[in-house]
């Protein structure tokens, strides 16, 4: 099979160090360590243009179908009861007025290159991190191929929609949770490319943002002021850990300022979503093809370890358990736990990964490919030496060369 991919050669040491530096100070990268090794890669994944084509047209339909979706949800509460959603979330679906408009829409599907060709593991539809490593690290690595372009920069894309929908002078509320400097990083990134298109930023936690007659405004000692849009960079199923219920709603409905993205996308981010294809009208062709069976954990009448095993709303990587991959002891605690809830996780068919091989062993790429408003933003790739892209991975930079040519 015709790998759609290749590794790129390293960097030299001393080009390395400056990569990383400016990626630091530039892009506000600020965690490149992980225990003892880098979280970025030296090295560039190459993919040919018309590859890199067909990822974008293959998002741009996944990402058309999930809105239709998800609008769709909206309207059916007998189904959403189905998605694993935490019970004070379900009971504000119960509830819901009008839904928050959304601006600047953005999601992200996660593409690995399997033996039967693209297969997508999930989607990132509620808060999609990556924007610093697609955009400004993968511009700093770009200079040193030759011959090399780059995908579309996603966060230069973001910040030019939200202006576009929002006129000039602008001021955006960065929702984040404030005590992880991870997100705060992504933040205070998007803040500085938001500023080059004319917008104002404050950067806040959620527990800073009043709601007057569905108006958003930050209100705190570090500023006061009335928000125009808000970037939420705060997951979903977290809102209801804030201390009164008017604080968190108006992320869901009620709201008559924009949110990117509104807390309804976290019908569509739950891992549980494929459980109620067969009962949506929405055409789902694309999703059909590109994501493996999924089914409820209850139902599988053989051993758990035919499958791939994950909570309908984990993220990056965790308490995914994959048999030979994940260890025993973690495996079957992950088993165990699915078959004690089955309702919160689901069981996917495994699909056979294509590795790559080094000089170092061989590595396991995925790409994450953006879209904001339904049109193809740019990437952010992890890479591992196993087939399970956890917080182990590092980060790597995709450049598209020629179709047959190398860098």
């Known amino acids: 099979m015709n790998v759609p991919y290749q590794l790129g050669k390293p960097l030299s040491d001393a080009t390395w160090q400056t990569v990383k530096f400016r990626t630091v100070f530039e ?3 600020w965690d490149i360590q992980s225990e003892d ?18 990822l974008g047209t293959l998002a741009e339909g996944l990402s058309r179908e999930l809105a239709d979706a998800e609008r769709e949800l909206l309207q059916r509460r007998d189904l959403q009861a189905k998605l694993g959603l935490p019970e004070a979330l379900r009971e504000e679906f119960g509830r819901l007025g009008g839904p928050t408009p959304g601006i600047a829409r953005v999601m992200r599907f996660d593409f690995h290159f399997t033996d039967e060709g693209w297969r997508i593991s999930e989607v990132n539809a509620d808060v999609p991190g990556g924007f ?11 200079a040193h191929y030759p011959g090399t372009t780059t995908p579309p920069d996603p966060a230069g894309i973001y910040a030019r929609t939200l202006a576009a929908g929002l006129g000039p002078d602008a001021v955006v509320g960065l929702v984040h949770a404030t005590a992880y400097s991870d997100d705060r990083q992504v933040m205070q990134f998007l803040g500085k490319r938001m500023l080059e298109h004319g917008l104002r930023t404050i950067l806040s936690s959620p527990d800073h943002i009043r709601w007057d007659e ?14 125009d849009a808000i970037v939420r960079f705060f997951p979903a199923e977290w809102l209801p850990t804030l201390r009164a219920r008017s604080q968190w709603t108006p992320f869901f409905a009620g709201s008559r300022t924009p949110v990117s993205n509104p807390a309804s996308a976290v019908l569509v981010q739950s891992k549980r979503f494929p459980l109620v294809w067969d009962s949506l009208s929405t055409d789902l062709r694309t999703w059909r093809v590109l994501l493996p069976e999924t089914v409820c954990p209850s ?4 051993d758990l370890r035919d499958w791939v095993v994950k909570p309908a709303l984990g993220r990056v990587g965790e308490d995914i358990a994959i048999s030979g991959v994940t260890s025993e002891r973690k495996l079957q605690l992950i088993h165990k736990a699915a078959q004690r809830r089955p309702s919160h996780w689901v069981a996917q068919r495994r699909f056979a990964a294509i590795p790559l091989p080094d000089g170092n062993g061989s590595y396991y790429p995925s790409i994450g490919v953006f879209t904001v408003d339904g049109t193809v933003a740019g990437a952010y790739a992890r890479i591992g030496h196993k087939p399970l892209i956890d917080d182990e991975a590092q980060d790597i ?11």
């Open 27 to 29: 892009y506000c990268k």
């Open 37 to 54: 090794h880098c979280v970025l890669a030296e090295f560039p994944l190459l993919i040919a243009g018309s590859r890199w084509q067909e």
């Open 132 to 142: 610093i490593e697609a955009s400004g690290f993968t511009q700093l690595m770009a």
């Open 214 to 227: 569905g108006r958003a405004s930050v209100s705190s000692s570090f500023a006061k002021n009335r928000l």
């Open 299 to 302: 139902i599988v009448e053989k």
């Open 397 to 407: 930079a995709v450049l598209i060369v020629g179709d047959g040519g190398n860098a």
